[in-house]
């Protein structure tokens, strides 16, 4: 029998967390018929015996090779989900079971395609967790122009349709909300309870800021350009390609008056910027050409219909 809800839990060495875990799972989700899927990322401590242990009719626990990130973790746990919804939780006990009822419901209740969390009180270090976050948040919402409060939160509840087509690779998991849009989802965040780490250590740092700035220009590219990566790519080429045409028709006329151009800076910048707008220019072609390739030769089409309602009839729901 199908689940109505899949719970996937990405964990990495969490031994102390498992059984409590497990333990409120069940108080908080008595009145849902659900499932937990606990993907081990290559712990080196206790935790896939903890998980056994624990194991009941509801839990699987997939056990990856060795330690591939986050993003791709939550992937192979979405893969093996067989629910109509998907919840996202992670395995250090911060976020709070109790919430996801309620965000089952707002999105059952008010269609939502993707119900995401938003730490209101978040308990973490001020320096080393908060205003990183905040920084990256901000320039997310920034650049992609999906505005959304708390992008690092993990806990989110999805139509099993969205999740199945997120797409993670890399660390993009922060990302998930820019993903779903790309789908053309619905997207809502609400308040959520955040606790602080009782056991074990927190795997992320300062140097993840870096990773998810380094990350935000892949999304803004997807986010923008991905269907139409010449506006992108040409764009810059021709403005590169004028301005060195210019600086080079003026440096023309300087010869023509007799000056010596030769060894001047500006003429080494005027055929940059013509061989650079060149290249641009082509890649973007190259893009374009990969574009049409990807979506015509996998038959992907470049759209997603939600739904469709004929006259009275009822609506045709797409997954």
């Known amino acids: 029998m199908i689940p109505e809800l899949s719970i996937i839990i990405t964990v990495l060495n969490e031994q102390e967390n ?16 659900y499932e937990v899927i606990f993907v081990d990322d290559g712990s080196t401590d206790g935790t896939q015996r903890a998980i056994r242990k624990i194991a009941d009719e509801r839990i699987t626990m997939i056990e990856l090779r060795k330690n591939y990130g986050q993003s791709t973790a939550m992937t192979a746990g979405i893969h093996h989900a067989t629910g109509r919804y998907v919840a996202l939780l992670d395995g250090d006990l911060q976020n709070d079971s109790s919430d996801i009822p309620f965000m089952l419901y707002k999105l059952k209740s008010e269609d939502w395609d993707v119900v995401a969390g938003n730490r209101k009180n978040r308990q973490d270090g001020f320096i080393l967790r908060k205003i990183p976050s905040r920084v990256a948040n901000y320039f997310i919402r920034k650049f992609t122009g999906v505005h959304i409060k708390d992008y690092g939160c993990t806990l989110k509840v999805f139509k099993k349709e969205i999740a199945d087509d997120l797409g993670l690779y ?47 220009i892949t999304m803004v590219f997807f986010r923008k350009y991905i269907q139409k990566p010449m506006h992108l790519f040409g764009t810059l080429g021709f403005i590169m390609f004028s301005i060195g045409l210019i600086t080079n028709i003026y440096l023309l006329a300087l010869k023509m008056t007799g000056h010596d151009i030769w060894g001047k800076p500006l003429l080494i910048l005027g055929l940059l910027l013509l061989l650079g707008g060149i290249q641009l220019i082509t890649l973007g072609f190259l893009a374009e050409i990969s574009i049409r390739i990807y979506f015509e030769a996998g038959n992907k089409k470049t759209y997603q219909i939600r739904r469709i309602v004929h006259g009275q009839e009822k609506s045709l729901e797409y997954h």
């Open 170 to 216: 890399g660390e993009m998991h922060r990302f998930i909300p820019v993903l779903a849009k790309l789908q053309g989802a619905s997207i809502v965040q609400v308040d959520v309870k955040h606790h602080p780490r009782q056991f074990g250590q927190s795997k992320y740092g300062l140097g993840r800021t870096f990773k998810v700035m380094s990350d935000l």
């Open 18 to 33: 498992i059984s409590h875990l497990v333990r409120k799972l069940k108080h908080d989700l008595s009145g849902i018929d």
